[in-house]
């Protein structure tokens, strides 16, 4: 965000001056315009064959001047202009990185099978967007076997959530229908919103539509009185304002877009979570968290660059440094080694002491330089008096 702003401040700069200057431009054209005018005016008063007077040609020679003078305070400013316009440029390289090729593996995907499951996450997040052309077509230039990605039942729910948001609720009432009864066990308050949104567009249509507003909210919301009867009076009173119409009413907040995008967002969420199946596809979290991290990738990359030392970074399978992710994006356990203060890897592995604790190999290694007892390595945990052989230690799986 702050090279986005400092990339805006040179920006602002540069419309404040052609404002400026565009004003200024305006005025002296106007000016010249003028002039030359007048002078045609007065010239003009004598006959065609008549030649100019010295006083004339003095005149003349003299808005010849103005004009010229003018017009060269005006290229200055053009001139002064481009100036103020290459900062923005300037700007960009200062505060954006073209090439994130530094911090990237330039051999992630040259194996086959990294480049198999690229395309596969690729395909699985068009079908999940309701682009089923779009996957067919990668499958099938890419070769993929087309049985081992099965669109996921989120492209329905893709598309139900865009019905919702184009205000047809036909998909999303049929869905929520279909699992009223695994909605109501998670408490989910999908069903009722869904009806809620219903019942207001029927009392879109005016005071006609009393009747059949009443016969539907007589017939939907019986079920969810005991969860949301204060909602349900809240329905009710609307009733009242018929006759000059929702939109007037204290209630028009009930038919505001942000109840349809609300709904929408809670469809998606408890329908996710009832499937089983992630909220975002695999590929979005990818790129999501990658945007995060590659700030302070790039600014790391720099520092070691400077200091020459870019070469123990590169071929490892783990960053340099810990990135802080939202909570939405964190699908597993994380251990840190209480001891050396590190993130277990895959050749880190947490270690499971006979006394319960819980250190990295790489501490458990370091301890177990201690003395000798009866030919074996002995080593004390660092939390607890308990001694123990280093090869009791058990690997922990997350």
Same mark, same amino acid.
């Given at each position: 965000?702050?090279?986005?702003?400092?990339?805006?401040?040179?920006?602002?700069?540069?419309?404040?001056?052609?404002?400026?200057?565009?004003?200024?431009?305006?005025?002296?054209?106007?000016?010249?315009?003028?002039?030359?005018?007048?002078?045609?005016?007065?010239?003009?008063?004598?006959?065609?064959?008549?030649?100019?007077?010295?006083?004339?040609?003095?005149?003349?020679?003299?808005?010849?001047?103005?004009?010229?003078?003018?017009?060269?305070?005006?290229?200055?400013?053009?001139?002064?202009?481009?100036?103020?316009?290459?900062?923005?440029?300037?700007?960009?390289?200062?505060?954006?990185?073209?090439?994130?090729?530094?911090?990237?593996?330039?051999?992630?995907?040259?194996?086959?099978?990294?480049?198999?499951?690229?395309?596969?996450?690729?395909?699985?997040?068009?079908?999940?967007?309701?682009?089923?052309?779009?996957?067919?077509?990668?499958?099938?230039?890419?070769?993929?076997?087309?049985?081992?990605?099965?669109?996921?039942?989120?492209?329905?729910?893709?598309?139900?959530?865009?019905?919702?948001?184009?205000?047809?609720?036909?998909?999303?009432?049929?869905?929520?229908?279909?699992?009223?009864?695994?909605?109501? @066990? &998670?408490?989910?308050?999908?069903? #009722?919103?869904?009806?809620?949104?219903?019942?207001? /567009? %029927? *009392?879109? +249509?005016?005071?006609?539509?009393?009747?059949?507003?009443?016969?539907? @909210? &007589?017939?939907?919301?019986?079920? #969810?009185?005991?969860?949301?009867?204060?909602?349900? /009076? %809240? *329905?009710? +009173?609307?009733?009242?304002?018929?006759?000059?119409?929702?939109?007037?009413?204290?209630?028009?907040?009930?038919?505001?877009?942000?109840?349809?995008?609300?709904?929408?967002?809670?469809?998606?969420?408890?329908?996710?979570?009832?499937?089983?199946?992630?909220?975002?596809?695999?590929?979005?979290?990818?790129?999501?968290?990658?945007?995060?991290?590659?700030?302070?990738?790039?600014?790391?990359?720099?520092?070691?660059?400077?200091?020459?030392?870019?070469?123990?970074?590169?071929?490892?399978?783990?960053?340099?440094?810990?990135?802080?992710?939202?909570?939405?994006?964190?699908?597993?356990?994380?251990?840190?080694?209480?001891?050396?203060?590190?993130?277990?890897?895959?050749?880190?592995?947490?270690?499971?002491?006979?006394?319960?604790?819980?250190?990295?190999?790489?501490?458990?290694?370091?301890?177990?330089?201690?003395?000798?007892?009866?030919?074996?390595?002995?080593?004390?945990?660092?939390?607890?008096?308990?001694?123990?052989?280093?090869?009791?230690?058990?690997?922990?799986?997350?």
């Amino acid at each position: 965000m702050e090279s986005c702003a400092a990339v805006e401040k040179e920006v602002e700069k540069v419309i404040n001056k052609f404002s400026a200057i565009n004003d200024h431009s305006q005025r002296i054209i106007g000016d010249v315009i003028s002039f030359i005018e007048k002078l045609r005016s007065s010239i003009a008063e004598g006959t065609p064959d008549d030649k100019l007077t010295p006083g004339q040609v003095e005149v003349l020679n003299d808005a010849l001047s103005k004009v010229k003078d003018k017009l060269h305070r005006l290229t200055t400013e053009h001139r002064d202009l481009h100036g103020t316009v290459s900062k923005v440029g300037k700007a960009i390289d200062r505060n954006f990185v073209a090439d994130f090729t530094a911090t990237s593996r330039t051999d992630a995907f040259q194996s086959e099978r990294n480049v198999v499951l690229l395309n596969k996450i690729m395909a699985q997040h068009f079908y999940r967007q309701g682009m089923d052309d779009v996957a067919d077509t990668l499958i099938k230039e890419s070769g993929l076997p087309a049985e081992d990605i099965v669109p996921e039942p989120y492209a329905e729910l893709h598309r139900i959530w865009e019905a919702i948001h184009n205000g047809d609720l036909s998909p999303a009432l049929e869905w929520a229908t279909r699992y009223s009864e695994e909605l109501d @066990a &998670r408490n989910s308050s999908l069903e #009722f919103k869904l009806h809620r949104l219903a019942f207001m /567009q %029927i *009392l879109n +249509g005016g005071v006609h539509v009393q009747t059949e507003a009443i016969t539907y @909210a &007589r017939t939907h919301f019986a079920k #969810f009185v005991r969860r949301f009867e204060k909602d349900i /009076q %809240i *329905l009710m +009173g609307t009733l009242i304002y018929l006759p000059i119409g929702i939109h007037n009413s204290p209630y028009k907040y009930l038919t505001a877009p942000e109840m349809w995008i609300e709904t929408a967002d809670v469809f998606l969420k408890d329908a996710c979570q009832l499937l089983g199946i992630n909220k975002d596809s695999p590929l979005s979290v990818i790129v999501n968290a990658g945007c995060t991290a590659l700030p302070a990738l790039l600014n790391l990359k720099q520092v070691m660059m400077s200091r020459q030392v870019t070469g123990i970074w590169n071929g490892r399978d783990e960053l340099p440094i810990e990135i802080d992710l939202e909570p939405e994006n964190r699908f597993h356990s994380i251990f840190a080694c209480p001891i050396l203060r590190q993130q277990s890897s895959e050749d880190n592995p947490p270690m499971k002491l006979l006394c319960g604790h819980v250190i990295s190999r790489d501490a458990l290694n370091k301890l177990s330089n201690g003395p000798i007892m009866n030919n074996t390595f002995r080593l004390k945990c660092p939390y607890c008096p308990m001694e123990q052989s280093p090869s009791d230690a058990k690997l922990i799986y997350f």
